[in-house]
């Protein structure tokens, strides 16, 4: 097993660093992930990543890629990842749908979506969750009609968080309700313009004043042309895609800027005449986000590993999403505690140490144990899938 890079891959990571050191400031970072929305410079950052070759290697030739090896993506999203935390600027598509496309889409489909998504142009939101089916996706009711040359939409998706300012809905809706069959049979998955007429996108803002959104289809038509597969195969193609999206998303790169920070901080500030950086409880507090960092990237190389030699996944993405997520929690509390009082103050305060960065991370912690899966049913997948005991 050797999680090890070759002399061409660190090249690209040398060039796309020196690249980042230029062109990457903490407001593109910024616009990435706060309010769960990619801003102006963002978007125009994510052009300038492709103009300068580092989006799309791994992608197929014919879709205007580089028929590289997938390892070129995750060296991006790490590097990306250890500036602020960001992510590739236009990141649903590129991280998510467009692998299904590859996948699971026309011809016609791959040529019209592929090569805008690795040029940087256009961005998804992912239309799964509705008010009575999170955990429990199967039991979605938004229904798809098929009217022959298209289908009817109605119904309405919550937490749907880029659609604000995505370009495209990858949704899924329910094209068959057959009380004899799974109810994760019916359901299908299409691309729809998301400014098209008869969709209603409402804020719903978080408590790290970040928007996600509520949807509403009032008869939306769809062209047939958009079903991404085969109808009622949508639900397949989720759980088909949902390991390599936990290897592109859960990233512990995206934590290490926490630890640089609060490095930083106890470097410069002193408690009672004396350096924060020499105390041992701040100091094993520090270390012990770095073991466990160390630990999570092992975790996350593996699972990589597996995926990279196409080896079979069963629980290893899970372990790595929960462990990551909750890392999160457990390293901003930690940073919090050595903040002290300060620490809770948002960025508007002059008092407030390192930016406020803390303070939004320590809100926004909470968010990755339940997106994309809450821990719980993370912990239910490694059980039953992973270690073969059985449904509850
Ligand atoms: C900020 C944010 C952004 C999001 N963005 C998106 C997005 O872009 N697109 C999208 O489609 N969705 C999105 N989601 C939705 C997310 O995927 C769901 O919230 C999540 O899957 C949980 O579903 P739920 O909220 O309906 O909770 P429920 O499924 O109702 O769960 C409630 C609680 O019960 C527990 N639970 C449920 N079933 C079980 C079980 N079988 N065993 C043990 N415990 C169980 C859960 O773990 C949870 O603690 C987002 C959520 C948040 C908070």
Redesign the pocket.
């Known amino acids: 097993m050797n999680f090890g890079y070759t002399e061409e891959e660190e090249k690209y990571r040398k060039r796309l660093n020196e690249f980042l050191d230029e062109h990457m400031t903490e407001e593109i970072a910024r616009q990435n992930w706060e309010d ?1 929305g990619v801003g102006p410079e963002a978007r125009e950052f994510s052009k300038k990543l492709y103009e300068n070759g580092f989006l799309g290697l791994p992608w197929p030739k014919e879709y205007g890629g580089g028929g590289l090896s997938p390892t070129y993506d995750f060296i991006l999203i790490d590097e990306l990842g250890k500036r602020w935390g960001a992510h590739v600027p236009l990141d ?1 598509g590129y991280t998510m749908t467009g692998h299904t496309i590859l996948r699971r889409g026309s011809e016609e489909m791959k040529k019209e979506f592929i090569p805008r998504i690795i040029r940087g142009e256009i961005e998804f ?13 199967g039991a979605m009711m938004m229904k798809a009609e098929d009217m022959g040359d298209y289908f009817l939409i109605n119904g309405q ?7 604000h300012y995505a370009d495209y809905h990858w949704l ?1 809706a329910r094209t068959e309700l057959d009380p004899s069959k799974p109810k994760y049979k019916g359901i299908s998955l299409f691309i729809v313009d998301q400014r098209a007429e008869g969709i209603d996108i409402r804020p ?1 803002i ?1 408590m790290s004043d ?1 928007r ?2 509520e949807v509403y289809y009032d008869d939306v038509k769809v062209p047939k042309s958009r079903l991404v597969g085969e109808k009622n195969k949508g639900f397949y193609y989720i759980m088909e895609a949902i390991d390599s999206e936990r290897n592109h998303v859960f990233v512990p790169a995206r934590l290490w800027p926490i630890v640089d920070e609060m490095i930083t901080y106890v470097k410069e500030t002193s408690f009672q005449g004396k350096p924060l950086a020499a105390d041992p409880d701040v100091q094993a507090k520090i270390a012990q986000m770095a073991i466990e960092l160390e630990v999570a990237q092992m975790l996350a190389d593996n699972a990589r590993w597996l995926e990279l030699n196409e080896l079979p996944m069963t629980m290893e993405p899970e372990i790595t999403k929960v462990m990551i997520s909750e890392l999160e929690q457990r390293m901003v509390d930690d940073a919090m505690q050595i903040l002290g009082l300060y620490g809770q103050l948002d960025e508007k305060s002059k008092w407030t140490p390192l930016r406020g960065r803390i303070e939004w991370f320590y809100l926004h912690s ?2 990755p144990t ?8 993370g ?2 997948v490694i059980a039953q899938r992973g270690l073969g005991l059985p449904r ?1």
């Open positions: 769960l649903v939101g992912l239309g799964y969750t509705e008010p009575n089916a999170g955990s429990d996706l998706k919550t937490f749907n968080t880029e659609s899924a719903m978080t970040e996600t959104n909470f968010m339940i997106g994309a899966g809450t821990s719980e049913i912990r239910n509850g």
